[in-house]
């Protein structure tokens, strides 16, 4: 007989989903909220959908205090997203610099258009702040390869992630970080979308 998946409610819309699917927090010894995104910390845990929407929710309506029967501190609904949006972007972050050590990551313009046209990488970054033209000329060529993508990060950052100048485009070569970044960047666009990270 299949193992079954536990479930929990989300404090936010009280939908009922598997455990691995929503967002869990515990309590610090202090009683400060903290997002656990690994599920791992010690401690009872308290869930909400992989949604801003619902997270905003549950910490407006003080559904935190009524889990933990008690009071429980954190900064506020907006704050509460920061916290999970910084987290999950520090993870995202740090397989990309992975990756880049390993010599997987391809970037520049031409370098990453070729790319799409030849080897069909596994992901593509595109920069948050790159022009519109130019961002939709490489998530075309994404599409026409089969190659998902992502606007994550600006053209700043991206490039000194890689120890380059400003970059516009990356792309990760295929290879076994391409999954793990994959889930982690289809989770944080969840998060900002109202959806859950379930694939």
């Known amino acids: 007989m299949p193992r079954t998946e536990p479930q929990r409610s989300c404090l936010g819309c009280r939908e009922v989903k598997d455990k691995k699917d929503l967002l869990r927090f515990v309590l610090a ?3 400060t909220l903290v997002p656990d995104l690994l599920n791992k910390l010690p401690g009872r845990g308290a869930y909400t959908c ?3 929407l619902c ?3 549950a910490a407006d309506r ?3 205090a009524r889990s933990y ?3 429980v501190k954190h900064a506020g609904a907006d704050e509460l997203v920061n916290q999970v949006a910084l987290r999950l ?3 995202i972050v740090s397989y990309l610099a992975l990756a880049n050590k390993a010599g997987k990551v391809v970037s520049g313009s031409d370098m990453v ?3 799409l046209r030849k080897r069909s990488p596994g992901v593509l970054f595109i920069a948050a702040d790159i022009s519109p033209e130019i961002g939709q000329k490489f998530a075309h060529l994404a599409c026409k390869s089969g190659v998902p993508c992502f606007n994550l990060l600006d053209k700043g950052r991206l490039g000194a992630l890689l120890g380059k100048e400003l970059r516009s485009v990356a792309a990760i070569e295929q290879s076994g970080f391409v999954e793990t970044i994959t889930r982690e960047l289809k989770r944080y666009r969840n998060f900002f979308e109202g959806g859950t990270q379930s694939q």
């Open 29 to 31: 010894p202090d009683r």
């Open 50 to 52: 992989m949604s801003k």
């Open 55 to 57: 997270l905003k929710a």
């Open 62 to 64: 003080k559904q935190f």
């Open 69 to 71: 029967r008690g009071e």
């Open 89 to 91: 972007e520090e993870r």
């Open 113 to 115: 258009a070729e790319a």
